[in-house]
């Protein structure tokens, strides 16, 4: 890449339309970088699940090979990066290769420096300490970016959580959650010894939990970039979370929508100005490059309170990269690609936040998240391919035509279809079967599934068929694998 200072947004997108260097997006599906590709040149993805049945041109999907059972997307990574087709693929496109990833850990970053490559994040063990459900709680106190009422501690029994909540002050309705992991497995509601009964072998024994009053919330999302310039700030998103029809999580996130009225105009500009504190914070701890907040709005009072960081690129990631604010200037992913690539650049980053504020830089998009809700297991005989669908007048959904691009969805009756299970594949509760992207609204303004999102979930869950398993078949190898690959 040449080494000439960057000193707008135009030659900023330059620099990357002009890209040498080979950058891979190695995960189980390229959903969290949709159309990243067609920003960067020399940007590939490297997938376990091929979603498009071989058709998209930038993702390559090795063979199946024989390996120990993936107990996290890390070693899905891990399993990539040692595949011989990826080897070859990495080796043959020379050049100096450069890898990002959802996941990954220390096991990955020997693996990319042994492909002769750099790994374009901070450092996994930074990582891992940002992600820290506790350590979040910390550095959003020292960055004025308050947590809802709460405290940290080990949990012995019943009787000591009721102890450590009593001198804390917030009540006996709460909310537990534990350092690591996604919130619809690891968070825990426990308003009594009964409840605490359920969870308790989650709870004791694993160190410090985050001890939460629990409030009436709304959940919402935003994501951002620290750079050596400062912190750009994506636009203020709602969450789905727990919708039955989408997830068996209680608590479990199920998909976003963005829309410039999502909020009222003052709820925004504080997300966004604590955002920005919580960057800049960040970037004191020596962290850079993307993540994401989650927010928690009590219904009552307004108040607007730090959930958790997600210290990467998360599952809302595409629904900021592809906003109007993103093809007006350059998605914020590419933000992150420029902090990592040694290149020089000024931006005027109070400006560009001011920008990226304004209501007509943001359109009206949702995404869901459709997993088995069932608790059942069978495989799959028939699985929809990934595409545009149709609405019919009669509420039916069709496919319409194969395509891997979610702008060419054209009206609210049209939908971007990414398959995760396919063909052959078990499917178990809280399998993912895919993503559904629609222009417009998911919810209603009480912030309920509306109609038309029920109909477009049971319409794409009804393309897919499946068989019951022997008895035999269905044991615990076929159980939720309890982490998420998006």
């Known amino acids: 890449m040449p080494r000439k200072q960057l000193n707008n947004i135009s030659e900023i997108r330059r620099f990357f339309h002009r890209n040498e260097d080979p950058i891979y997006f190695v995960s189980a599906t390229n959903f969290n970088l949709l159309g990243i590709d067609e920003w960067c040149k020399n940007f590939k993805y490297i997938c376990y699940i091929d979603c498009y049945d071989g058709r998209h041109p930038n993702v390559f999907c090795p063979t199946e090979q024989p390996h120990a059972e993936f107990q996290s997307i890390e070693d899905i990574n891990n399993y990539l990066l040692q595949h011989k087709e990826v080897v070859d693929l990495v080796r043959r496109r020379g050049g100096k290769p450069k890898f990002v990833f959802l996941m990954f850990d220390e096991e990955t970053e020997r693996l990319a420096k042994e492909l002769g490559g750099e790994v374009w994040f901070p450092k996994a063990k930074l990582r891992t300490k940002m992600d820290n459900k506790i350590e979040t709680v910390r550095v959003g106190n020292k960055a004025g970016v308050p947590s809802v009422p709460n405290t940290l501690s080990e949990v012995k029994d019943y009787a000591h959580l009721r102890q450590v909540c009593e001198k804390a002050g917030i009540g006996h309705d709460l909310v537990l959650q534990s350092a690591f992991g996604d919130s619809g497995h690891t968070t825990f509601f426990v308003r009594s010894e009964a409840d605490f009964r359920k969870y308790e072998h989650e709870i004791v024994g694993q160190g410090e939990i985050k001890i939460m009053k629990r409030i009436d919330c709304r959940g919402s999302a935003i994501e951002a970039c620290a750079t050596s310039e400062g912190t750009i700030v994506g636009p203020l998103m709602t969450e789905l979370v727990g919708f039955r029809e989408l997830t068996p999580y209680r608590g479990g996130w199920c998909g976003n929508e963005i829309f410039a009225t999502a909020f009222a105009p003052k709820l925004r500009e504080k997300a966004r100005d604590l955002t920005f504190k919580f960057g800049e914070q960040l970037r004191k701890e020596g962290y850079r490059g993307y993540f994401e907040l989650d927010f928690l709005i009590d219904r009552k009072t307004g108040d607007i309170w730090l959930g958790e960081l997600n210290p990467r690129i998360t599952g809302a990631s595409s629904m900021t990269n592809h906003a109007a604010f993103a093809h007006a200037d350059a998605p914020l992913f590419l933000f992150h690609l420029l902090e990592f690539s040694k290149a020089t650049f000024t931006l005027d980053v109070d400006e560009l936040n001011a920008r990226w504020a304004d209501p007509d830089m943001i359109d009206g998009w949702s995404q869901m998240v459709i997993k088995h809700t ?55 509760e809280g399998a993912d079967l895919g993503i559904l992207v629609t222009r417009g609204r998911s919810m209603t303004s009480g912030f309920q599934l509306n109609e038309r999102a029920k109909k477009w979930i049971h319409g794409i869950k009804s393309a897919f068929a499946a068989e019951p398993l022997p008895m035999s078949a269905a044991g615990p190898a076929l159980a939720d694998p309890a982490f998420k690959i998006m």
């Open 374 to 428: 069932e608790d059942s297991v069978d495989l799959l005989t028939e699985a929809p391919q990934s595409g545009i669908y149709k609405m019919l007048d009669d509420g039916r959904v069709v496919f319409d035509r194969f395509d891997y691009h979610r702008r060419a969805v054209e009206s609210e009756n049209e939908a971007f279809f990414l398959r995760i299970l396919r063909k052959g594949d078990y499917r178990y």
